[in-house]
């Protein structure tokens, strides 16, 4: 007697139909390829939200001078992650307007992204202008200035010292906090000149070096040739 095709018990060992290897073949692939359509789901979107992850920042629109007083032409916002570890040392987009009308205590070059220590208040005494000293912390009192102090300046050219300037006040005080900023480090005493001592200074500036001595309590100078 035959035995029926739907009664036919598959002997011990004998090979699966390929129907039935084909359709667990067929399954692992559309496992496969479901994953790799979710990582790519998933990686696609970390993408797009690390690209929203950014913050506007200020940055120089020109280069600028020393000792430039800061108007709405003179910065724009560009983004920046928001992970960047210098971020809190920046002018921002929300500060933007609070910055207007303050001086750059050093020189700006375009596109430089704007540290806060960079713009000081305008605020000076009457009739007196702020101007930024570039120099080294060991010829400015070993950095022991602050706002307040009095200040005289020499100017050292081909080993000759005199005074540029004398009983100077000084407005502020900073220093530059990284060379990947602005790749400038040097201190800097922003003081309030009239401005014949301005050109005086300036002039000394382009000579040579600059020497700060601070003055506060001491016999003044009576000019600036040191009589």
Known sequence: MAVSPSTEVREAGSPQPARRRFRRRLSATHVLIAIVVILAFVLNLLVLQDRGSTTLVAVANRSI???TTIDADSLR???VDSGFEALPTLVGEAELDAYAGRVASRSISEGALIERAALVGAETPSGLRAMSLPVSVEHAAGGALVAGDR???ISVS???A???AVDLEVI???ESSSAAIGGITSYHVVVAVAADQ???L???LDAGSLEIVRSTGAEQIGSADGS
């Open 151 to 153: 200040v005289d300046v």
């Open 162 to 164: 005199g005074f540029a």
């Open 202 to 204: 300036a002039q000394a």
């Open 77 to 79: 916002l560009v983004p």
């Open 65 to 67: 001078a020393a000792g």
């Open 158 to 160: 081909d080993g000759t």
């Open 198 to 200: 301005a050109l005086t």
């Open 172 to 174: 502020s005080v900073a």
